[in-house]
């Protein structure tokens, strides 16, 4: 007996229903997007290495996806370097392409490319898969997509307040309320590692402190001091595990907290524009919260951290996060080229809603009329009604083979669709159809007019 073909770990297929659910949450997400006035792109689904390697921190080069050459991909490699089993070195021999982690390290290499056909300020949505070499568990895939918002060429904090103001929008639209908008900034971040005396080892720290949902704090103490991070540093970081308050006396206390470090008093700064701005014009279904432990531990971002929590009693990690990045183009060649930006996560945000049961509601794609085939005559003369149906934008298929009455009308019923079209002899003669409604059972002879007039009510 033949094995049962699978699928990769941390792969999905999709059924109708799932997709239907999937297109349901990429439409709302698009609306919004496009009502905040931010345009499509689409990068290729696999990039140079080099464009994506040394972006994400030591933790995400090794999560990347990478592609062997084509063809011979061992010709590169001399024998020393395979008995030697370095696999690094390997690596860059056999392999130049890799599959995206992101999509904005692919973004920041667009808009250098393509710079010269930009105005900016640049506001570009993108809605496309990506891939990462993770250990799948639950909310966490190794292919899934990303919808993200980003705007480059201003170092303006309204769009900073825009963002907070477009997660609000989204999730009240897919009506998933509690959510909480936790917001930091990269510049605080710094300044306490200045004025703790690890400002040299500000990756280290914000990596660690990233994962303090996760690992706890003492788990966070102890990758600290794994990374070189002194015990006396450590001691002074630690309140920050347990900041409470309010966001505004959040606020004094980290005003008070660095009053030795100018970047951080000026993230502090930035920060507070931008709560007490959103504070003013208020929310509609999420909650704002300073989170100082927040850093999201990609080594691109600057200033602002973004990053969305499912209501509470979901048990999922973040469904959205992003934050500024000052010079992100730098890497590729363009300077002082300052950008901020957000991501959903669409398959986090699909369980969510789920387990909320917040898709009762939605139905799947299906045809309004379906049309019972009883050969080949019937059919032909039915596939006129159908050509002027669809030219009217009303969904409707011929079943394919003449097979017996019952096993159609079984299909239509267990698809649901609401109407039936039955052609013989008697109504090709008078050039009119049988109509069924398959919820009241009520017949009627209609012609082609009157067919569409009832069918396109619906």
Request: glycine share 8%.
């Amino acid at each position: 007996m033949a094995q049962k073909p699978s699928i990769p770990k941390g792969t999905r297929d999709f059924s109708p229903s799932e997709v239907a659910k999937r297109n349901y949450i990429f439409s709302t997400i698009r609306q919004v997007f496009e009502t905040y006035g931010f345009q499509p792109i689409e990068t290729p689904s696999f990039e140079n290495s080099e464009t994506l390697m040394g972006k994400y921190g030591e933790e995400g080069d090794r999560l990347i996806f990478k592609i062997l050459n084509s063809g011979d991909y061992l010709n590169k490699v001399d024998d020393a370097l395979l008995q030697a089993k370095d696999s690094l070195k390997i690596t860059s021999k056999i392999s130049e392409k890799a599959l995206r982690y992101d999509l904005t390290v692919p973004f920041a290499r667009y808009v250098v490319q393509h710079q010269n056909e930009i105005e900016f300020p640049f506001k570009r949505y993108q809605m496309q898969p990506v891939w990462r070499a993770d250990r799948p568990q639950k909310g966490r895939f190794r292919e899934f997509f990303q919808c993200d918002a980003d705007v480059v060429g201003s170092k303006s904090l309204w769009q900073e307040i825009e963002f907070v103001q477009l997660y609000d929008a989204v999730f009240s639209k897919l009506k998933l309320t509690g959510t909480t908008i936790k917001l930091n900034n990269r510049k605080i971040l710094a300044g306490i590692a200045e004025i703790i005396g690890a400002a040299d080892k500000l990756i280290d720290f914000t990596v660690a402190l990233d994962k303090l949902d996760k690992i706890g704090a003492d788990g966070v103490a102890k990758e600290m001091l794994e990374k070189g991070i002194s015990e006396q540093a450590i001691e002074k970081v630690k309140p920050l595990f347990n900041f409470h308050g309010n966001n505004q006396e959040k606020l004094n206390q980290l005003q008070a907290l660095l009053t030795e470090s100018k970047e951080g008093l000026s993230g502090v700064e930035d920060l507070r524009f931008v709560v007490d701005t959103v504070e003013k014009f208020g929310l509609e279904s999420a909650k704002l919260e300073i989170d100082v432990t927040l850093a999201r531990g990609l080594n691109y971002y600057t200033g602002a951290i973004y990053e969305v929590s499912a209501p509470e009693g979901v048990n999922m990690g973040s469904i959205g996060g992003g934050g500024r990045y000052d010079d992100l183009t730098g890497i590729f060649g363009l300077k002082d080229m300052s950008g901020v930006g957000i991501s959903f996560g669409l398959d986090r945000i699909y369980l969510v809603l789920e387990e909320l049961y917040l898709f009762k509601s939605l139905e799947l794609p299906k045809p309004k009329v379906l049309f019972i085939n009883f050969g080949d005559a019937e059919a032909a003369f039915c596939m006129k009604a159908l050509v002027e149906l669809r030219r009217n934008n009303i969904k409707s298929e011929l079943y394919p083979d003449s097979a017996k009455l019952k096993k159609q009308m079984n299909y239509a019923n267990k698809r649901e669709i609401p109407y039936v079209v039955m052609v013989g002899s008697s109504e090709m003669k008078s050039n009119t159809y049988t109509l069924k409604n398959m919820q009241s059972g009520k017949q009627e002879i209609c012609d082609l007019k009157e067919l569409i007039r009832i069918t396109a009510q619906l």
